[in-house]
């Protein structure tokens, strides 16, 4: 399996998109990969879902709340942020992950995509808000428009955390993505995301989980938690 889709998002004919897997190879360059190797995953990955790859805009991606607008001068660069939006056609937007939650969103009355990453720093720091901020006030999006699917990640059942995690997620009133397993902390990141998504406005069914944890599922996916030095996989979604 090289991709999945989200049922949600291939509803739309004028979207492409997928979340790649294991078997679609490493996409990140900065994981002490073969430089050849990364680039043929992205030109095979492009060929597949039929965008030119010079087109791609990624983030360098630093567990921030920083929602970057895409501009023409990005093709050639790499923002430093963790949420891309556009309503440009043709401009496949990329968020690469091994275990933090990778977000595709659309507002299906502007045209309006997004890709965004969020761990467990991203959701505390509630990346999904500034993003939906982002939407509205940049181009006039309303959040009952918006579409939403979030890829695998590492899922409550491993990511265990220390107790000053489990301390600041309780000061940050996350009480409730809290689990506690044989005296360890167990932190769930997508409880976190669905309810700043719902708090947000958007609609509980244009919410998707693909609800498969990477961490448990190394034959498919990358997982940081269970391999340390590993590849990337990722979700991009473009306006055709
Ligand atoms: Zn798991």
């Given at each position: 399996m090289?991709?999945s889709h989200?049922?949600?998002?291939?509803?739309?004919?004028?979207?492409?998109?997928?979340?790649?897997t294991?078997?679609?190879g490493?996409?990140?360059?900065?994981?002490?990969?073969?430089?050849?190797?990364?680039?043929?995953n992205?030109?095979?990955?492009?060929?597949?879902?039929?965008?030119?790859?010079?087109s791609?805009?990624?983030m360098?991606?630093?567990?921030s709340?920083?929602v970057?607008?895409?501009k023409?001068?990005?093709?050639?660069?790499?923002?430093?942020?963790?949420?891309?939006?556009?309503?440009k056609?043709?401009?496949?937007?990329?968020?690469?992950?091994?275990?933090?939650?990778p977000?595709?969103f659309?507002?299906s009355?502007k045209k309006?995509i997004?890709?965004?990453?969020a761990?467990r720093?991203?959701?505390?720091?509630?990346?999904v808000?500034?993003?939906?901020?982002s939407?509205?006030?940049?181009?006039n999006?309303?959040?009952?428009n918006?579409?939403v699917?979030?890829?695998?990640?590492i899922?409550?059942?491993?990511?265990?955390?220390g107790?000053?995690?489990?301390?600041?997620a309780?000061?940050l009133?996350?009480?409730?993505?809290?689990?506690?397993?044989?005296?360890?902390?167990?932190?769930?990141?997508?409880?976190i995301?669905?309810?700043?998504?719902?708090?947000?406005?958007?609609k509980e069914e244009?919410?998707?989980f693909?609800?498969?944890c990477?961490c448990?599922?190394?034959?498919?996916?990358?997982?940081?938690?269970?391999?340390?030095?590993?590849?990337?996989?990722?979700?991009?979604?473009?306006?055709?």
């Open positions: 090289k991709f989200s049922k949600l998002l291939n509803s739309f004919s004028n979207l492409t998109h997928a979340f790649t294991r078997e679609s490493n996409l990140a360059f900065h994981v002490n990969d073969n430089e050849a190797h990364v680039i043929k992205h030109e095979s990955l492009a060929e597949k879902l039929g965008y030119n790859k010079e791609l805009v990624h360098k991606q630093i567990h709340d920083i970057h607008v895409v023409d001068e990005d093709f050639n660069t790499c923002p430093t942020c963790d949420a891309l939006i556009t309503n056609p043709n401009t496949p937007l990329m968020v690469m992950v091994a275990d933090c939650s977000i595709l659309y507002e009355e309006v997004a890709a965004v990453h761990g720093q991203g959701a505390f720091k509630n990346i808000k500034n993003t939906v901020e939407f509205i006030n940049h181009f999006c309303e959040a009952k918006l579409h699917s979030i890829g695998a990640s899922g409550v059942c491993c990511y265990e955390v107790v000053e995690i489990y301390n600041e309780r000061t009133g996350l009480e409730y993505a809290l689990d506690i397993r044989d005296e360890k902390y167990y932190l769930d990141v997508n409880k995301l669905k309810s700043q998504l719902l708090t947000c406005g958007i244009n919410i998707e693909l609800n498969k990477t448990c599922n190394t034959d498919k996916y990358f997982s940081y938690r269970a391999e340390g030095q590993t590849g990337r996989f990722a979700g991009v979604i473009f306006l055709n």
